[in-house]
């Protein structure tokens, strides 16, 4: 059964500090993985997707990463701002209509 | 403004009074699903549904059914709430399997 956890659960950092967030799947055999940003008491917002045939994609500040065989993805946010803060979640779609969520990783960057 | 719309935003019920959170979306997207998400436990899938009139289990459906009539509605059904169904809930579709997802907003749900 896959399993995704994302580590750490928490981080604050201070203004303009570059960032990884980690998470890490049990099954390599994944069909892709998509990075989502999420305010507290709203909806997810899609920020990157991986294939699987793919090693990363990026847009603007945000880059993520994809080693299946290592079975970890991460998130670098470059340049941290206080617009950043919010929880971040991975989700893992195995090629089956399930898709696997994290627990996320709450940021917090201090201004 | 391609988007996947949820309503009510927040719901607050009784035990055992049936209710129905509806979900659309405007991208005539083959693929939706319900999560629910509750602290410490995060999301879990409820149902999912590959197309009109084909849906299936996800990994926590008791308490809830669904169906798909039309492709862009894929509506919740809670015959009979419970407590422990108050939660956070939403609705995501995408064009294709695999294909990366677009969520609504959520609905927060509380059964008293």
């Known amino acids: 059964k896959q399993e995704v956890t994302q580590i750490p659960a928490a981080l604050s950092v201070p203004e303009g500090e570059n960032l990884v967030l980690n998470c890490s799947f049990t099954d390599s055999a994944i069909y892709n993985l998509q990075w989502f940003r999420q305010d507290p008491g709203k909806g997810l917002t899609s920020l990157l997707l991986?294939?699987?045939?793919?090693r990363e994609q990026t847009s603007g500040r945000l880059n993520a990463s994809l080693d299946k065989s290592s079975g970890r993805s991460t998130l670098y946010i470059a340049a941290s701002q206080p617009g950043d803060s919010a929880t971040y979640l991975c989700a893992v779609n195995t090629g089956g209509f399930k898709t696997i969520f994290g627990a996320g990783t709450r940021l917090f960057v201090k201004a | 403004e391609a988007q996947v719309t949820q309503n009510p935003r927040y719901l607050i019920t009784v035990t055992g009074k049936k209710l129905t959170v509806t979900c659309s979306q405007n991208m005539n997207h083959e693929y939706m699903s319900w999560y629910r998400q509750d602290p410490g436990l995060g999301l879990r899938q409820i149902y999912y549904s590959m197309n009109v009139e084909v849906t299936d289990k996800g990994d926590v459906p008791e308490g809830y059914k669904v169906s798909r009539k039309e492709k862009r509605n894929f509506p919740l059904i809670l015959e009979s709430p419970s407590p422990n169904q108050t939660s956070l809930y939403f609705c995501a579709s995408s064009y294709r399997q695999g294909g990366g997802y677009t969520f609504g907003s959520g609905t927060r749900l509380t059964v008293v």
């Open positions: 991986i294939q699987s045939s793919q």
